[in-house]
């Protein structure tokens, strides 16, 4: 079946620009998490969104970014005036349960930022 | 605070050696632990879960282990072949039902 679809695959913009990058999650699945990846580093926990609950935004590192996720599935992280500290991978994963276990994960999204 | 590591160097061994990753915490005790494999421009694929209550599980030539006194989780791929090659993260449930915290992986470089 289908896995963890994100968009765009990569995206370059200019600083102080707005992005939208999309999340499509496993058909089904409650949970969907934001993550970032900088090169060669492990992933930074950003957001998660779990059903029909207020999101866990503990992770977003400042109020430039937000994320939504509509109808419980799809999801839209927004960074705005983005800096070109933001250049990163961003990654989404969704999970079936109401537990973090197993965790399926998108390609991602390259960002860079000029 | 919580704090995972891994080896930031490169393991590189020969083809058909066993590989053995290290995954250190402090400062907590999660309920499970999971192994991640991520190839480059990729995301992170699910390998093994184990949960506290668990010395060891093993998954084809996969094995791991999980030390809750020391703190410290094993990864081993047994018979490694080239295509092991890749960066391997472990992750912790540190916010039970919430999210997972990654350590930064351990490259592995498997030598034909």
């Known amino acids: 079946g289908a896995g963890v679809s994100q968009s765009p695959s990569n995206k370059v913009t200019e600083k102080g620009k707005d992005v939208e990058l999309r999340c499509d999650p496993i058909?089904?699945?409650?949970?969907l998490y934001w993550y970032r990846q900088s090169l060669g580093q492990g992933l930074e926990f950003l957001i998660y969104?779990?059903?029909?609950?207020?999101?866990?935004k503990s992770g977003l590192p400042s109020d430039r970014f937000s994320a939504e996720r509509t109808g419980g599935s799809v999801s839209t992280l927004t960074i705005q005036r983005t800096q070109q500290e933001d250049s990163a991978v961003y990654l989404c994963?969704?999970?079936?349960?109401?537990?973090?276990?197993?965790?399926?994960f998108g390609p991602g999204t390259r960002l860079l930022v000029l | 605070s919580q704090k995972i590591e891994q080896n930031s160097e490169a393991l590189n061994i020969q083809e058909g050696k066993t590989a053995t990753l290290t995954c250190n915490y402090t400062?907590?005790?999660?309920?499970?632990l999971q192994w991640y494999r991520q190839d480059p421009g990729r995301g992170p694929v699910f390998l093994l879960l184990?949960?506290?209550?668990?010395k060891e599980k093993r998954k084809e030539r996969l094995k791991v282990t999980f030390d809750t006194t020391l703190k410290q989780s094993l990864f081993h791929i047994t018979a490694s072949q080239p295509a092991d090659s890749a960066t391997y993260l472990c992750?912790?449930?540190?916010?039970?039902?919430?999210?997972?915290?990654f350590g930064g992986g351990t490259r592995l470089m498997v030598k034909p």
């Open positions: 994963a969704s999970s079936p349960r109401t537990t973090t276990e197993t965790q399926y």
């Open positions: 969104f779990q059903g029909n609950s207020a999101p866990d």
């Open positions: 058909s089904g699945h409650t949970a």
């Open positions: 400062n907590y005790s999660p309920a499970y």
């Open positions: 992750a912790l449930d540190i916010n039970a039902g919430n999210m997972l915290t």
């Open positions: 184990i949960r506290e209550n668990e």
